[in-house]
Nanobody, 128 residues
Framework: QVQLVESGGGLVQAGGSLTLSCAAS????????MGWFRQAPGKERVFVAS????????YYADSVKGRFTISRDNGKNTVFLQMNSLAPEDTAVYYC?????????????????????WGQGTQVTVSS
């Protein structure tokens, strides 16, 4: 498994931007597919974005497509989620997740049960 620690959350006005980071420990990061999920108050955790082990394949939920960008730096064991044009409905706790067998295309990694390691989450609040 991989240990994951998210950071970068906070309070931002609608239309603003934030970049979340997820630092991973362990040598298995370089073979891991990574994902971001979010959970709004009173709602289930949902998929946001994923990226394969190499960074060449990415996939997004329709709700964030064109606004969010997932990327990774394998040299720094870190995955990022750049969030632009934020809206109040983006308010949630954002979780980073990893699957150490990350050799499929990113669109394979969209369900929670396809990830075996999770971070503790970081709060993102978008005010109107």
């Amino acid at each position: 498994q991989v240990q994951l620690v998210e950071s970068g959350g906070g309070l931002v006005q609608a239309g603003g931007s934030l970049t979340l980071s997820c630092a991973a420990s362990g040598r298995t990061f370089r073979s891991a597919a990574m994902g971001w999920f979010r959970q709004a108050p009173g709602k289930e955790r949902v998929f946001v974005a994923s990226i394969d082990w190499s960074g060449s394949s990415t996939y997004y939920a329709d709700s964030v497509k064109g606004r969010f960008t997932i990327s990774r730096d394998n040299g720094k064991n870190t995955v990022f989620l750049q969030m632009n044009s934020l809206a109040p409905e983006d308010t949630a706790v954002y979780y980073c997740a990893a699957n150490v067998r990350g050799f499929y295309s990113a669109n394979y990694y969209t369900a929670s049960n396809r990830f075996d390691s999770w971070g503790q989450g970081t709060q993102v609040t978008v005010s109107s």
